[in-house]
């Protein structure tokens, strides 16, 4: 077993922003006016990581001209309806995409924990391929409409960072809702950035009439400085989140590696790949190595084509792997593996804590949503300090905003000599 997981050395993370991004983030505002639920997806496997803050002001705004405070108290995405309301409809669901990709053993965890922490979201889990999930959140969106039947219709906006699965999940929620034959309503794509411009209105249900609208996903002006900001965009890289090309897929396979040893330090899901006996691996290039001579990629003269087993790596991940590394336990399957040290324990990518004997003794779903609930504490008070430094922004958005501002200074002095030349 593994026992101490380096963190492996990562480039500043790029910028990628296109027009059509700035274009609908201004446009947010005006469409939350006519808007009743906000359907924001997140993936499940960086469910901190694919959080859009620059969304935040907005719907928080939103649901304050609702009359639907931060403090509201949240109601479960299972419950049942609490009965008609005359209130104006203000929801905000967050369904986090490809529970598939996580671990069984820390859905319910997490779930309250979010629960715990954001009250005034409904959190939701779903893969696209079970039509159980979809069928849930269709009924959970009639539920909705049956508690607000004063209003003839409602309206739903999705939201979220690019490639999360937004086209593909109305396709889902169209077909389950609508009887008969129904065409694919929107196109789809692996690459992110497939949607540029909001679509028209899609009918997601004819009785309570349930309407939704798909939005372009929106990534971050800017990922960050530092280790932090590094780690946010490798991690949207692999998801494939950010524009392919703007990242070394050698860069992507030594993160890979680290993540994937820390979901599981005894058994890495990467090992079926190499031969029989091989122990987890820290160096990424030695990884490299043998998984190219394992599949036979080999440049002239026998030498591994590490270049080629790295992309083959992220393809095999995205594509098989992730399901092989959503089966790792929650603990080993005997404690005694743990040994004197603590035993590093993580839930998707953004989730990591430590775990010593006494916990492991006690490790329960109890003790597991304690852990996560320090996780996310740990993210909003360095979202908090990122933003108190000026990490939020990029060094040329600092000086945009300051030639901005410097324009309009001399623009207020043009003003006041005029005004002073008409008064005398």
Known sequence: MLTHIPF???????????????????????????????????????????????????????????????????????????????????????????????????????????????????????????????????????DLAKEHPHRPELNVLVVGMPNVGKSTLLNALRNIGIAGPTPKALRTSAQPGMTRVLSTRLKLSVDPLVYAYDSPGVMLPFLGKGDKGAERGVK??????????????????????????????????????????????LDVVEFLEILAQRLCMLKRGGIPDTSRAAVWFIKWWREEGGLASAAAPALPTSTQDLGPRDYRRGWGFDLEWSVDTAEARRYDEELIQAKME???????????????????????????????????RQQARTRARLAAKKGR
Request: net charge neutral; aromatic share 8%.
């Open 8 to 142: 492996p050395p990562l480039p500043a993370p790029p910028s990628w922003f296109p027009g059509h991004m700035l274009q609908f983030q201004r446009m947010l505002p005006t469409l939350l006016n006519k808007t009743d639920v906000v359907l924001e997806l997140r993936d499940a496997r960086l469910p901190l990581t694919s959080i859009n803050r620059n969304f935040e002001g907005a719907l928080q705004k939103w649901r304050r001209e609702r009359g639907k405070g931060a403090s509201s108290p949240d109601t479960d995405a299972d419950a049942p309806a609490a009965g008609p309301s005359t209130a104006p409809a203000c929801e905000r669901v967050v369904v986090f995409s490809k529970r598939d990709l996580v671990p069984e053993w820390g859905l319910k965890p997490f779930q309250r924990a979010m629960s715990a922490k954001y009250a005034d979201q409904r959190n939701f889990f779903a893969s696209w391929n079970r039509t159980r999930d979809i069928k849930a959140l269709s009924e959970l969106l009639v």
């Open 236 to 281: 949207l890289a692999l998801i494939a989140g950010i524009k392919e090309g703007l990242y070394d897929t050698e860069t992507l396979a030594s993160y890979l590696l680290y993540r994937l040893n820390v979901l599981d330090p005894v058994s890495p899901a990467y090992l079926r790949l190499l031969p029989p006996g091989t122990p987890p691996l």
């Open 374 to 408: 320090d996780c996310i504490d740990r993210f909003e008070e360095a979202a908090k300090e990122e933003e108190r430094e000026g990490g939020a922004i990029s060094s040329t958005q600092e000086k945009k905003i300051a030639k901005e501002m410097q324009r309009a």
